[in-house]
């Protein structure tokens, strides 16, 4: 089922075209960061507004952008872009192996209007961030088993159930197009910078110690 044409808008489908000119040679494009506006609006769902070649090249941008950041996940409204898509990837390693976050491959996907539901009330709660507040993180509790539902870039339909880190990915980069940052529901007084993480509390990814140290509830 591909995207109606009919809903092609050639005012936003130049300013996209014009964005990703902007990227250049290195097809890169500036992560917006907390205080842009973009980041607190609810996106518009995508219904074909781009052209298919816009689409593609679009997303070959942002897929390049997370990457290179790095990141797992990149929403539009993380370019300044308020429509409702976003792409997520992100690889297990070989020091991920029995990590208690659940780290698992999850292949290169494109999210459109994407939506979730958790499928068991078991939550976990682990550091998490965000390339829109890029230096810092902080312990964020979510939904462990989700039923994510989104369409892909041909418009097709489709439902997984998810579980793990691949289930907190695909929140995280969801919530970024109703206008929610993690740092809206997570334990504030775990908030750390990137070295502080490091330094004090990578050997304690649960983070049980951290919340014992840091006075906050897991």
């Known amino acids: 089922m591909a995207f109606d ?12 075209r014009e964005m990703i000119a902007q990227a250049g040679k290195d097809g890169i494009l500036p992560i917006t960061q907390m205080g842009e506006p973009v980041l607190r609006q609810q996106t518009e769902e995508y219904v074909g507004q781009l052209d298919e070649r816009t689409l593609k ?15 797992v996940g990149l929403a539009g ?12 990837e992100d690889h ?8 208690p976050r659940e780290i698992q491959d999850f292949p290169f996907h494109v999210i459109i209007n994407p939506s979730y539901k958790p499928t068991s009330d078991a939550t976990a709660s682990y550091y998490e961030g965000c390339l829109s507040f890029s230096g810092y993180q902080a312990v964020r509790k979510r939904w462990l088993d989700i039923e994510a539902t989104w369409q892909d870039e041909q418009g097709e339909r489709h439902t997984e159930n998810l ?18 940052v993690y740092i809206d529901k ?13 330094y004090y509390w ?3 990814p649960v983070p049980t110690e951290a919340a014992k140290v840091l006075g906050f509830e897991l």
């Open 5 to 16: 044409k009919a809903n092609k808008n050639k005012h936003l489908d130049k300013a996209v």
């Open 57 to 71: 090249n679009l997303i070959k941008v942002m897929r390049k952008t997370m990457l290179e950041a790095p990141g």
């Open 163 to 180: 579980h793990g880190w691949p289930a907190r990915i695909f929140q995280h980069e969801t919530d970024h197009l109703s206008g929610e």
């Open 202 to 204: 990578c050997d304690d």
């Open 186 to 198: 997570a334990q504030i007084r775990s908030l750390t910078d990137d070295e502080n993480l490091v």
């Open 77 to 88: 409204p993380q370019i300044g872009l308020g429509l409702a898509l976003a792409v997520v």
């Open 92 to 99: 297990k390693r070989d020091d991920d192996e029995g990590d």
